[in-house]
T-cell receptor, first 115, second 115 residues
């Protein structure tokens, strides 16, 4: 059974704080992704990683960084949280098969509120 | 450019009714995957089905069925005899052909099944 977990379901932070969102998968997937979901804007890719210590920017990387020190763990970092980063954050992981990436499995999401 | 359109923003049905969720996609490539995900109120995106672009065979899984037609670029999802537990937001998605492997999501259809 596939399993992606995220460190928090709900998080409240102050503007300017450094925020860490953790994601862990137990499926030995090469690829991991961070999306944010906002009403009216849908799901947008922030960053992804295709291997340990490897990362690539997605569509909206500004204000975020990531870390992947171990294959199973992918962290999203908000260096200095701002109110416009209030959102739902979803982590996903997948295998790689040839040219196409396989099914992405998602974690439960973290609802972040920045005050 | 790749795009997924779910024209139905919200659908409301009474329990036991059948309901079809529409999905139309645009892509320039001949090889791609299409997906459906369910997002219940808890927030987690739950994988329902993946379809390879070469496989146009319709699929049935219990009360769920999917109709994939390349000629009309559609991948519609039907729930037969809907139940209250089917109430959720449903997303159709297309695999991106860039090397990020990101999913291109539609805006989602909110399905409300009333008792």
């Amino acid at each position: 059974d596939v399993k992606v977990t995220q460190s928090s379901r709900y998080l409240v932070k102050r503007t300017g704080e450094k925020v860490f969102l953790e994601c862990v998968q137990d499926m030995d997937h090469e690829n991991m992704f961070w999306y944010r979901q906002d009403p009216g804007l849908g799901l947008r890719l922030i960053y992804f990683s295709y291997d340990v210590k490897m990362k690539e920017k997605g569509d909206i990387p500004e204000g975020y960084s990531v870390s992947r020190e171990k294959k199973e763990r992918f962290s999203l970092i908000l260096e200095s949280a701002s109110t416009n980063q209030t959102s739902m954050y979803l982590c996903a992981s997948s295998w790689t098969s040839g040219r196409l990436y396989e099914t992405q499995y998602f974690g439960p999401g973290t609802r972040l509120l920045v005050l | 450019a790749q795009k997924v359109t779910q024209a139905q923003t919200e659908i409301s049905v009474v329990e036991k009714e059948d309901v079809t969720l529409d999905c139309v996609y645009e892509t320039r490539d001949t090889t791609y995957y299409l997906f459906w995900y369910k997002q219940p109120p808890s927030g987690e995106l739950v994988f329902l089905i993946r379809r390879n672009s070469f496989d146009e065979q319709n699929e049935i899984s219990g009360r769920y069925s999917w109709n994939f037609q390349k000629s009309t670029s559609s991948f519609n999802f039907t729930i037969t005899a809907s139940q209250v537990v089917d109430s959720a937001v449903y997303f159709c998605a297309l695999s991106d052909l860039s090397w990020t492997g990101k999913l291109i999501f539609g805006q989602g259809t909110t399905l409300q099944v009333k008792p």
